[in-house]
């Protein structure tokens, strides 16, 4: 049986996504609804977002977020004042999370010290890589030398919580050059207290998708990851989802939300939401959204139910990610599954090879073995 003292209530507030599109230029590999060049449409699209924010409230939604994630696209590139903007429309509480991505090319003192006033406390910075060759296979806009003015800055503004974003698996990338980039992030100063790192995905439409050289190697990324789950240990972070390691204490509280089938609002373009068992999402095209939102309708593209054990079996998938694991009962009979250990508390935890192979694992799952008091309506506690 789970312990019981690990389960706490999903959070009564929702969390609040806000999808800012615009970006400097768009990286390769990135299938997002981001744009380039779309400079003239910053000032509409947020007054449709402040917009929809409040149409949003008038239906029902009157809590103050659990927490606030402004994600892209990029965030830093448009003005700061919008950010701050939406804060307050919003509101915040003391201890509330209020994360945004940022990118080293758009990131100065100026606009971290707005952003600390307006109550944003959690900046994630996208670094992806030291190496110029890497970086340059990414299609990203910024030189590893970028990267040291803005980690400076956030020391000045005193941000004693970012969290650093690294792709691994690029063409021309090898363990060495991996090991660099991570020996670099680590001697940061100030360092970071979370990092994330996703193996390079290959995403249908993209420039990457078109040219099958860059595509990665399947057997390289597996040793990257062991290498980055080696040295993230020994600096003293601790691995709670499969992309996501952090000093204790600093998880990302937003994203843990998601992972545990909490409650969210996403606003803004192709922004999706989960309330009431529901997920919906919004119109992709940045276009279509300002147009709707400006003529008073509802900018939601589609939805659908999540219950039973269409809930079930994502909420095992989910918790199967993490360092929480999956309650025992729902291997069936199975309980000696490979990739998978066991805890004192019937909780069953991928290894560090059961990481890499996450999917396979998942598929050999029961859901309808999870009991609707177990997941579902009940959140573990986020790691400490």
């Not at 019981?4 to 996504?17: M, T």
């Not at 670094?127 to 956030?154: C, M, N």
């Not at 996403?266 to 279509?288: E, K, L, P, Q, T």
Request: glycine share 8%; with cysteine.
């Amino acid at each position: 049986m789970v312990n019981q003292d690990r389960l706490v209530k999903v959070p009564a507030a929702p969390g609040l996504y806000v999808h800012i599109p615009f970006c400097v230029s768009r990286c390769d590999y990135c299938a997002f609804a981001t744009w380039e060049g779309m400079e003239d449409h910053i000032e509409a699209y947020m007054d449709a977002v402040i917009s929809e924010l409040r149409f949003r409230r008038s239906g029902g939604w009157s809590e103050i977020p659990g927490s606030i994630y402004f994600g892209g696209g990029t965030p830093s590139y448009i003005p700061a004042r919008h950010i701050s903007r939406v804060i307050d429309e919003a509101g915040v509480r003391a201890g509330t999370e209020v994360t945004v991505e940022c990118n080293p090319e758009s990131t100065d003192i100026e606009k971290l010290r707005i952003y600390l006033d307006s109550g944003v406390n959690r900046i994630s910075l996208g670094l992806q890589s030291f190496s110029p060759l890497v970086l340059k296979s990414l299609g990203r806009s910024h030189d590893p030398a970028d990267i040291f003015p803005v980690v400076e800055a956030i020391g000045e503004a005193r941000f004693d919580n970012y969290s650093i974003d690294l792709i691994y698996g690029a063409v021309g990338e090898s363990e060495s050059i991996l090991e660099d980039t991570l020996s670099k992030v680590l001697s940061l100063s100030p360092a970071p207290v979370h990092i994330s790192a996703y193996a390079l995905s290959v995403e249908p439409g993209t420039r990457l998708a078109k040219d099958t050289v860059r595509h990665p190697d399947e057997d390289y990324q597996a040793n990257a990851y062991r290498l980055i789950d080696d040295m993230l240990s020994d600096a003293g972070m601790n691995w709670y989802e499969i992309s996501n390691w952090a000093k204790p204490g600093y998880y990302s509280r937003h994203n843990w939300n998601y992972w545990m089938q909490g409650e969210y609002v996403g606003v803004g373009c192709a922004a999706h939401s989960h309330r009431d068992s529901r997920r919906s999402w919004n119109v992709f095209n940045m276009g279509r959204y300002i147009s709707a939102v400006k003529d008073g309708l509802d900018p939601v593209a589609g939805s659908e139910d999540i219950t039973g054990e269409v809930r079930a079996s994502e909420a095992l998938e989910l918790l199967l990610r993490t360092s929480l694991g999956i309650p025992t009962e729902t291997l069936g009979d199975r309980n000696q599954i490979d990739f998978l250990y066991t805890d004192s508390n019937g909780m069953a935890t991928l290894t560090l090879d059961g990481r890499l192979l996450a999917n396979q694992v998942a598929l050999r799952l029961d859901p309808s073995k999870v009991k609707p008091d177990r997941i579902g309506h009940l959140q573990l506690q986020p790691p400490r």
